[in-house]
């Protein structure tokens, strides 16, 4: 903090446990159900898409926890992809920027202005329905396995 003190450890437990343990949890439980089911086109049994962020490449400053387990969820996508490739299940995340959802419209207009001047092209923020249709993307082709897409403007997140 502020007066050189250290952030206890149980506020980065806590954001590890709920974004990395959370996704990894959920993407084994649903895993488990998906290898029993019957194979598609006799090779895919289902799709995992996990969500990470921009912070997990370019965390700012108050977000170690954050941008770390968000980078977590990253490395999850080859090594699982590839322990789960025999029962043909995907892997794969999507890393998102800044996107127009509830809680950044609650946020008011000066400040969703403030954060758009940081997004490349296009100059706002992302529409949920541009989200859905990457996950459409990862789902519908099957030899994307094991990667990250950043859905992002091409936006780079600064220190501050």
């Known amino acids: 903090d502020r007066d050189g003190n ?6 980065f437990e ?12 959920v993407m084994s439980q649903c895993a488990a159900r998906m290898a029993i089911n019957a194979p598609e086109d ?10 990470s962020s921009g912070a997990a ?6 977000q170690p926890a954050y941008a770390s387990s968000k980078n977590g969820v990253i490395g999850l ?4 992809a590839r322990e789960l490739g025999r029962y043909g299940i995907r892997v794969n995340a999507i890393a998102p920027g800044l996107f127009l959802t509830p809680m950044a419209e609650s946020l008011g207009e000066a400040v969703v202005a403030s ?13 949920p329905a541009e989200f859905a249709h ?14 990250t897409i950043r859905l ?3 936006t780079r997140l600064t220190a501050r």
Do not use: H, M, W
């Open 14 to 25: 806590r954001v590890v446990r709920i974004n990395l343990i959370g996704t990894y949890n």
């Open 57 to 62: 490449f370019e965390g700012q400053i108050g």
């Open 115 to 127: 954060l758009t001047e940081r997004i490349e092209s296009p100059k706002r923020l992302g529409r």
């Open 77 to 80: 996508n080859l090594p699982t």
């Open 134 to 147: 990457c996950c459409r993307f990862l789902v519908e082709n099957a030899y994307v396995n094991g990667e």
């Open 42 to 51: 006799g090779e895919e049994r289902g799709v995992i898409v996990n969500t």
């Open 152 to 154: 992002d403007a091409a």
């Open 6 to 11: 250290p952030t206890p450890l149980s506020r």
